[in-house]
């Protein structure tokens, strides 16, 4: 990327500028700001310390205590708390950027106001599409924000090699390649964990290189077998966890050396029932984090960021401090950075919070490395826009016209109806439920049955041009009229997914995203209802996060209009091909069994 595609330098390391932090707390020279009259959030002690002042030179803490006003000279800035709460910069400990339709830079600006300061971002979605170029160009983009995002390299691409076919494969030599970067802080969550468990050589050796580099291993156990299996995985190295949705999930977990990553995100609701591990059994709250996963950009916009998942952990039960401490120094101290980030204490970067309601973590100002980030919920700081090369763009490839027929399932011959298999889709939930249906039969082609919310789904093939449509049945959209919604966003391999109850509409919809270059979009009798174009590997829109939102917006409005009532229903569209949580799932290949991870045949 060009130089002047940086615009805000990295902090200095604490070994450069030691010195001038000692003479600063021992008053020898003036700090470039001081912080006056504050309550102290001390996430290490788990105390609020009243009448407390901050010192701050390059961007870390020099001094934290009663009386910092032998650190102020004639060029200091002067910062009167009054009396409110000084938090620590939160931490997002586990988040793909691209879940929020956003580029790394529109992701920040939307959620500094919010209080969030370091976000530990799996670019694995732009991994599935443009392979490791990909994940160099968000590294890049990451590392010239003015807060801190750090780059866990993707580690399953694809994610279930033999049940998909991604835009890219990266394997342990790229693994090791990245490893080698300066902003990568570890290895992104390891979804293939039967690979784990069976040692497979790919995922063993892409473990492997992020322990010799001594950097993290993210986890992804998505399966509530807590048997052998489970335990063969968290032998293998990951080193933390968000797939959990039970308490005993958490438990299980922090009972074998993990961190549970507990999250809260657009359309997973899993905080509420794991928490009660620490409100209702007692387990020590250390080995918790608090994380989104997947926030799309409506969310961010109308509800917040990290600052929502804490006010939602504190409604769970949770002191206002630990919920704090599960976004703070409990993330900082798994990736290995209490030193640098998660509290407020001298030698850390100066991220901080000035909040006037502690339990309903009320943000008045955002400060990160001691610059002003926000105020009033108002980005304050000019966070110039991140230019992507033409190779990040023009990334659908259909090859030819996408036709209604390309929609039509054949049964077998001779039959008046047939039984089944649908995916069935669980509100707030990732996982979905394998279902069965008994369809009508016209013409030699299965219909569909909206009394009984059954509708079709079909996966087009985007990265290789090869026309493969692969086709089968879903519920609980809700859908009532005749539709069609497309979306190139569809996890993890990222072909394009599209839900109908009209194939003339769903052969629109496809070809209606391969003309812009992804996005989604919906489709009623012909005509475009809504339209979010993602122009970047159709992932990403190039435009502000609240330009996206105003967008989405009219998206969820024409799906209501559809007759969908689900919570973040494009959300829960966009994972129907995930085939690394159970239990039903659609592939380039065909209906994934994700239970047995086998290939199974649309009828039963």
């Known amino acids: 990327m060009p130089s002047d595609n940086k615009p805000f330098s990295e902090p200095k390391p604490w070994t450069e500028c030691a010195r001038d932090l000692v003479n600063v707390a021992m008053g020898r020279r003036p700090a470039d700001m001081v912080v006056r009259n504050g309550k102290w959030v001390n996430v290490h002690s788990g105390e609020v310390i009243p009448a407390t002042d901050l010192a701050i030179i390059d961007g870390r803490f020099a001094y934290c205590g009663p009386d910092a006003s032998h650190c102020i000279g004639d060029g200091t800035r002067v910062v009167d708390a009054r009396g409110r709460y000084l938090v620590p910069g939160l931490c997002d400990g586990h988040m793909h950027v691209e879940s929020g339709m956003l580029t790394v830079t529109e992701f920040v600006r939307a959620v500094a106001p919010h209080g969030t300061t370091s976000m530990f971002v799996d670019p694995h979605e732009i991994a599935n599409v443009l392979g490791l170029d990909g994940v160099r160009m968000m590294h890049d983009e990451a590392m010239g924000m003015p807060t801190n995002v750090f780059v866990q390299m993707p580690s399953c691409v ?110 997973w609701y899993d905080v509420a029932e ?143 109806e047939v039984d089944v298999r649908v995916i069935g889709v669980i509100e707030n939930q990732a996982p979905t439920r394998a279902l069965e249906a008994r369809l009508p039969v016209s013409g030699g082609i299965v219909g569909m049955d909206r009394v009984n919310d059954v509708c079709q789904i079909a996966l087009v093939e985007r990265h290789r041009g090869t026309g493969a449509v692969s086709n089968a049945f879903v519920s609980g959209f809700g859908y009532t009229q005749d539709c069609a919604m497309a979306s190139t966003v569809a996890h993890d391999s990222h072909h394009m997914i599209v839900v109908g109850t009209n194939r003339n509409d769903m052969a629109i919809a496809a070809n209606r995203l391969g003309e812009i270059g992804g996005g989604v979009v919906m489709i009623s009798k012909g005509e475009e209802l809504a339209l979010i174009e993602m122009p970047i590997a159709g992932l990403m829109s190039d435009e502000r996060a609240e330009i996206v939102a105003a967008k989405a917006d009219v998206l969820g409005a024409a799906m209501r209009e559809m007759g969908c009532t689900l919570n973040n229903a494009y959300m829960q569209h966009s994972l129907l091909a995930l085939v690394v949580i159970p239990e039903l799932r659609i592939s380039d290949v065909g209906l994934v069994d994700v239970r047995t991870f086998e290939k199974v045949d649309v009828f039963v």
């Open 158 to 267: 694809p994610s279930a090699p033999g049940l998909e076919h991604a835009g890219a494969s990266l394997g342990p030599q790229e693994i090791a390649e990245a490893m080698a970067w300066p902003n990568i802080i570890g290895l992104g969550e390891v979804m293939n964990f039967p690979g784990v468990a069976a040692n497979d050589q790919t995922m063993a050796g892409a473990i492997e290189a992020t322990v010799k580099a001594g950097k993290t291993v993210g986890g992804h156990y998505a399966s509530p077998d807590l048997g052998l299996p489970f335990h063969g995985y968290v032998a293998g190295g990951p080193a933390d966890d968000h797939e959990g949705t039970r308490a005993e999930d958490a438990i299980a977990r922090v009972r074998q050396g993990m961190k549970a990553m507990l999250r809260l995100g657009s359309a």
């Open 274 to 416: 794991q928490i009660k591990a620490v409100t209702e059994q007692g387990i020590d709250p250390r080995n918790f984090i608090l994380c989104t996963d997947d926030s799309h950009s409506g969310t961010l916009v109308r509800d917040g960021h990290m600052d929502r998942v804490v006010r939602h952990a504190i409604g769970q039960g949770l002191s206002p401090i630990c919920a704090i401490q599960m976004a703070t120094v409990n993330t900082a101290q798994h990736f290995g950075l209490e030193r640098e980030l998660g509290s407020i204490a001298p030698g850390r970067r100066a991220d901080f919070l000035i909040v006037s309601d502690l339990a309903a973590l009320a943000i008045d100002e955002v400060y990160a490395r001691g610059v002003q980030l926000a105020r009033d919920g108002k980005l304050t700081a000019d966070i110039p826009v991140w230019d992507y090369p033409d190779t990040a763009k023009n990334t659908v490839r259909l090859s030819r016209e996408i036709a209604a027929s390309d929609f039509a399932i054949a049964a077998p011959a001779g039959t008046a």
